[in-house]
């Protein structure tokens, strides 16, 4: 199973962002989670969106993992 995150263009304080992970191979469904230092600032929805809104300025890192209905990981 392969996840690719699409890019995440800037946002500023005040502003949200929504991004939906790629994924080839494993079979559904998927379990999502997100870790890293842009923790409250960012979430996952059960359907893999990934969306935030920017609180604090800064430059932010998040890790997005999953596995599937199979665990085939």
Do not use: C
């Amino acid at each position: 199973m392969k996840i690719v995150v699409p890019a995440i263009a800037p946002v500023v304080v005040g502003g949200s962002f929504e991004t939906r992970p790629k994924v080839t191979g494993g079979a559904a469904p998927f379990r999502w989670s997100l870790t890293g230092s842009a923790a409250g600032q960012v979430g996952v929805g059960i359907d893999g969106r990934i969306s935030g809104n920017g609180r604090v300025a800064g430059t932010y890192t998040f890790t997005a993992g999953s596995d599937d209905g199979v665990r085939l990981f």
